[in-house]
């Protein structure tokens, strides 16, 4: 299977680390009938260097966790170094597509990387994006405040965040052959949010993508669990995001 592989990629956000994708990855892994040890992990240290550990696995879809040891970046670092990532993987490995699943920043750094698709044809497509309480227009406390930003009735957010601009500014460089599953969380108080992002801020991005991408879904999950730590680890959206990634074929 070296050549038409399928990569999944799984990428935490600020703060966090390989313990934010590990429960994802150990239940694709048990969906996909893989060993636990199956599947390669990609550590970008401070100066961005890349080192491995585990395996690239000879199947379909190898699995890839992205660490970055500088737990404090932004997304736009995050999204230089992934480009690179990319570009070192398709060197040793030979793919031109693949599917990613991204927390927090993370989610927003893929979205970037997307931007920089069609100015460079080497560079793999993006096919399947699984966005996961996604910081695109503000965190709570910077750049966003309980119940100030709104959505308007055209689905366009009443302000916009730098990062949501520069996105929005750049919006004819999202592929238009992707497919979207948007998750976000309200812990039911009167923040409005997973206690960190709003749930305007999550939703925002759906004003760029969903009139350009081949396929947007959204998905508000409620209550305790939708806690901005525990939506990685909770069980509804694990089955959701494999769901999506592993059993819903492209036409």
């Not at 150990?26 to 491995?52: M, P, R």
């Not at 119940?147 to 004819?172: H, L, Q, V, W």
């Not at 992707?178 to 009167?190: A, C, K, S």
Request: hydrophobic fraction near 40%; include cysteine; charge should be positive.
């Amino acid at each position: 299977m070296k050549k038409g592989q399928w990569p999944i990629l799984y990428i935490h956000g600020f703060r966090g680390g390989d313990y934010t994708t590990k429960k994802m990855i150990e239940s694709a892994l048990k969906c996909n009938g893989k060993q636990k040890d199956q599947f390669l992990k990609a550590i970008i240290d401070w100066k961005g260097k890349v080192t491995y550990e585990g395996v690239w696995t000879e199947d379909e879809h190898p699995i890839v966790q992205v660490v970055f040891q500088n737990k404090w970046i932004g997304s736009n670092q995050m999204a230089y170094w992934l480009t690179k990532l990319l570009f070192n993987l398709r060197l040793e490995h030979e793919f031109t597509t693949y599917d990613a699943i991204g927390h927090s920043l993370g989610a927003v750094s893929l979205v970037l990387v997307n931007l920089k698709e069609k100015m460079r044809p080497y560079m793999p497509r993006l096919k399947k994006l699984v966005l996961i309480a996604a910081p695109f227009n503000g965190i709570i406390g910077l750049g966003d405040l309980p119940n100030i930003n709104r959505i308007k009735p055209n689905g366009r957010p009443a302000f916009m965040s730098p990062t949501y601009f520069r996105i929005f500014m750049n919006e004819k460089s999202i592929s238009d052959d992707l497919r979207v599953l948007n998750i976000f969380g309200n812990v039911g108080d009167h923040s409005n949010s997973d206690k960190y992002i709003s749930v305007t801020s999550a939703k925002s991005i759906s004003y760029i993508l969903k009139p350009r991408v081949k396929e947007y879904t959204e998905y508000l999950i409620k209550g305790s669990n939708a806690e901005h730590s525990m939506l990685h680890d909770d069980s509804e959206i694990l089955k959701m995001v494999n769901g999506f990634i592993y059993y819903n074929p492209l036409s």
